[in-house]
């Protein structure tokens, strides 16, 4: 049972009336509270609106007028409550309701279904959203289109549940994606539902608190280059042109700690000098993060050697190909266990966990990745966070495979008190 009452509770002469909304749930009374977008005088309110004996014509119609609006609040908000799950009434939708039934074209224009969703939300937010990410949520579209042709039956927004998501890790389960794939998939998925919960969509809560699986850290996949491997690297002559430019790639990625789509953007007027030492600043793409990167000398020799000028750009596709090239020119071939992208059948490829050479499964990232696990013993980790621009220590231990175990044993070493 749902009753819905109006009160003025400002102490200023116009203001919009407050909204009691309350109703029964398993035989628990709540009560919730919004505002209405119309405005109404604290004289019409205290002296007019419930007289049943107003003699002037002009505060009659207002009144009739008054009473039909609020009437129609009433109405609406009750056919909205009896349509609803009531998991998701809360404030939230309470006012999202009453912006409806004040803008009702604010709801035909949000889509009911994920796939129209998703191509929603990407307009939605095409300023904020890094080109790479708008390319991961493109390939779900992809990924959700196979699943609804499987299923036989579009999937609303607001049946999104943990049935729905159980269903859809098996699609991908069945379909040999990996645990890192199918968890980034579902999170994208919670994204779009939480986005959607604050446009006023009626969103299953459990769609709004899903977990997404984390793979367990192992140290031993985590790929990355030692110091006598990039020595090995610096000592190759004779390079062609294009495997001479990834080899300097490679290593002002290590020795800056940036991903393939800022590195690729380092331009000389990004370099600043206070006089003691040299930085380069830039925004991350990605989280848009503010980093300030010392340059060390690696990565100043060649920009001597260059001219004062980074070296010339290539594509992602095309660095990863050379620097698979460029390693094995170097006879980084120990076996060690990784994903290799490999074709499973007509136009479907996969990540394959194995033991590979380490030359054909190198990629852009491993500089990176070689950056952290190099200094993250030889900077504070904050210092270190800052430059590489995790969120959290525990993000960073993770993305160069320290467990909590083996942190903890380098925090051991640390104490050396006499007490």
């Given at each position: 049972m749902?009753?819905?009452?109006?009160?003025?509770?400002?102490?200023k002469?116009?203001?919009?009336?407050?909204?009691?909304?309350?109703?029964t749930v398993?035989?628990?009374r709540?009560t919730?509270?919004?505002?209405?977008?119309?405005?109404?005088?604290?004289?019409y309110?205290?002296?007019y609106?419930?007289?049943?004996?107003?003699?002037d014509y002009?505060?009659?119609?207002?009144q009739?007028?008054?009473?039909?609006?609020l009437?129609?609040?009433?109405?609406?908000?009750?056919?909205?409550f009896?349509?609803?799950?009531?998991?998701n009434?809360?404030?939230?939708?309470?006012?999202?309701?009453?912006?409806?039934?004040y803008?009702?074209?604010?709801?035909?224009?949000?889509?009911?279904?994920?796939?129209?969703?998703?191509?929603?939300?990407?307009?939605?937010?095409?300023?904020?959203?890094?080109?790479?990410?708008?390319?991961?949520?493109?390939t779900?579209?992809k990924?959700?289109?196979?699943?609804?042709?499987?299923?036989?039956?579009?999937?609303?927004?607001?049946?999104?549940?943990?049935?729905i998501?159980?269903?859809?890790?098996?699609?991908?389960?069945?379909?040999?994606?990996?645990?890192?794939?199918i968890?980034?998939?579902?999170?994208?998925?919670k994204?779009?539902?939480?986005?959607?919960?604050?446009?006023?969509?009626?969103?299953?809560?459990?769609?709004?608190?899903?977990?997404?699986?984390?793979?367990?850290?192992?140290s031993?996949?985590?790929?990355?280059?030692?110091?006598?491997?990039?020595?090995?690297?610096?000592?190759?002559?004779?390079?062609?042109?294009?495997?001479?430019?990834?080899?300097?790639?490679?290593?002002?990625?290590?020795?800056?700690?940036?991903?393939?789509?800022?590195?690729?953007?380092?331009n000389?007027i990004?370099i600043?000098?206070?006089?003691?030492?040299?930085?380069?600043?830039?925004?991350?793409?990605?989280?848009e993060?503010?980093?300030?990167?010392?340059?060390?000398?690696?990565?100043?020799e060649?920009?001597?050697?260059?001219?004062?000028?980074?070296?010339?750009?290539?594509?992602q596709?095309?660095?990863?190909?050379?620097?698979?090239?460029?390693?094995?020119i170097?006879?980084?071939?120990?076996?060690i266990?990784g994903g290799?992208?490999?074709?499973?059948?007509h136009?479907?490829?996969?990540?394959?966990?194995?033991?590979?050479?380490?030359?054909?499964?190198?990629?852009?990232?491993?500089?990176?990745?070689?950056?952290?696990?190099?200094?993250?013993?030889?900077?504070?980790?904050?210092?270190?966070?800052?430059?590489?621009?995790h969120?959290s220590?525990?993000?960073?231990?993770?993305?160069?495979?320290?467990?909590p175990?083996?942190?903890?044993l380098?925090?051991?070493k640390?104490?050396d008190?006499?007490?």
């Amino acid at each position: 049972m749902v009753n819905i009452n109006y009160y003025y509770r400002s102490k200023k002469n116009d203001a919009p009336l407050t909204v009691r909304f309350r109703y029964t749930v398993n035989g628990k009374r709540l009560t919730l509270e919004g505002k209405t977008q119309k405005i109404f005088s604290k004289k019409y309110w205290d002296k007019y609106h419930q007289n049943l004996k107003i003699r002037d014509y002009a505060m009659r119609v207002m009144q009739n007028q008054s009473h039909s609006h609020l009437n129609d609040l009433t109405l609406f908000l009750n056919n909205s409550f009896s349509s609803a799950n009531l998991s998701n009434v809360d404030k939230n939708w309470l006012e999202k309701q009453i912006s409806f039934f004040y803008n009702p074209q604010l709801k035909m224009n949000i889509p009911q279904d994920l796939l129209n969703y998703i191509s929603y939300f990407l307009n939605f937010r095409k300023n904020s959203l890094g080109i790479e990410t708008v390319k991961k949520y493109q390939t779900l579209d992809k990924r959700i289109r196979a699943f609804i042709k499987t299923r036989g039956k579009d999937i609303m927004m607001e049946d999104i549940d943990e049935n729905i998501k159980l269903e859809f890790e098996n699609f991908l389960i069945d379909d040999e994606y990996s645990i890192g794939t199918i968890s980034r998939d579902i999170g994208f998925i919670k994204s779009l539902c939480i986005h959607a919960h604050e446009r006023g969509l009626d969103i299953n809560r459990q769609a709004l608190k899903m977990k997404t699986k984390k793979e367990a850290i192992d140290s031993s996949n985590i790929i990355f280059l030692k110091m006598d491997e990039l020595k090995k690297i610096k000592m190759l002559n004779n390079l062609p042109q294009h495997l001479e430019t990834t080899r300097r790639w490679l290593f002002i990625s290590c020795f800056t700690g940036q991903r393939i789509s800022d590195f690729m953007r380092f331009n000389k007027i990004m370099i600043k000098d206070n006089g003691l030492n040299k930085i380069i600043e830039i925004t991350q793409k990605k989280g848009e993060k503010n980093v300030c990167i010392p340059l060390y000398p690696p990565v100043q020799e060649i920009l001597d050697i260059n001219e004062g000028e980074f070296p010339e750009k290539m594509s992602q596709q095309k660095y990863n190909k050379h620097l698979k090239t460029l390693c094995e020119i170097a006879k980084l071939n120990q076996i060690i266990p990784g994903g290799k992208l490999t074709k499973i059948s007509h136009k479907k490829y996969r990540k394959i966990k194995g033991y590979y050479p380490k030359s054909q499964i190198v990629s852009s990232h491993i500089g990176r990745k070689s950056f952290a696990s190099m200094f993250y013993l030889k900077m504070r980790l904050p210092v270190l966070m800052r430059i590489t621009g995790h969120s959290s220590e525990a993000m960073l231990l993770r993305y160069i495979g320290v467990s909590p175990a083996e942190y903890a044993l380098e925090a051991h070493k640390s104490y050396d008190f006499d007490f």
